[in-house]
T-cell receptor
Framework: NAGVTQTPKFQVLKTGQSMTLQCAQD?????MYWYRQDPGMGLRLIYY???????DKGEVPNGYNVSRLNKREFSLRLESAAPSQTSVYFC?????????????FGPGTRLTVL | GIQVEQSPPDLILQEGANSTLRCNFS?????LQWFHQNPWGQLINLFY???GTKQNGRLSATTVATERYSLLYISSSQTTDSGVYFC?????????FGTGTSLTVIP
């Protein structure tokens, strides 16, 4: 099992450019998440998908869109990148079996917007 | 959402020392997770602990749900324990993270 994989690992964009961050999991998990991590602020939830076919906004969704392509894949798109979106992005997945819930994280994507 | 607060924000230990990290949360939660983020940025599950005490080697965790806090104990610390420790609590389908405790273990 590869677990949760993310591509790319690093990316530099210019202001106004667009890009899509890819995430896939092979653990047959129902729920998937996108977080951003900024210095001194912990992880903040951008969007999540509780199950295939559904997506919901998290704490900081502005400037992002997501697609739950199938049960395995959950992508995050920046339509017009801004310097404030410079961050490390993590994808995660969880089983969500009733009250038993453990998240597993990908290795992260370090994004710089100039 | 809920507020998740961790203390201390920073901790420096001599190798071999013990430490206790604390996580307070502002509302009732059904479970709580502890993570370690290593110096390379990888987030690793340590414990899923909605209540009670669990142990895994030199690490153990205790959650007192009625008093809305959890503790992570690290005994006989090693340099490989360095990194940032996060706790996270779910509300519905969303997880709320604390801002972490940055631990440095010096040889």
């Amino acid at each position: 099992n590869a677990g949760v994989t993310q591509t790319p690992k690093f990316q530099v964009l210019k202001t106004g450019q667009s890009m899509t961050l890819q995430c896939a999991q092979d653990m047959n998990h129902n729920s998937m998440y996108w977080y951003r991590q900024d210095p001194g602020m912990g992880l903040r939830l951008i969007y999540y998908s509780a199950s295939e076919g559904t997506t919901d906004k998290g704490e900081v969704p502005n400037g992002y869109n997501v697609s739950r392509l199938n049960k395995r894949e959950f992508s995050l798109r920046l339509e017009s990148a801004a310097p404030s979106q410079t961050s490390v992005y993590f994808c995660a997945s969880s089983v969500l079996r009733g009250r038993t819930d453990t998240q597993y994280f990908g290795p992260g994507t370090r994004l710089t917007v100039l | 959402g809920i507020q998740v607060e961790q203390s201390p924000p920073d901790l420096i230990l001599q190798e071999g020392a013990n430490s206790t990290l604390r996580c307070n949360f502002s509302d009732s939660v059904n479970n709580l997770q502890w993570f370690h983020q290593n110096p390379w940025g990888q987030l690793i599950n340590l414990f899923y602990i909605p209540s009670g005490t669990k142990q895994n080697g030199r690490l153990s965790a205790t959650t007192v749900a009625t008093e809305r806090y959890s503790l992570l104990y690290i005994s006989s610390s090693q340099t490989t324990d360095s990194g940032v420790y996060f706790c996270a609590a779910p509300v519905g389908n969303q997880f709320y993270f604390g801002t972490g405790t940055s631990l440095t273990v010096i040889p």
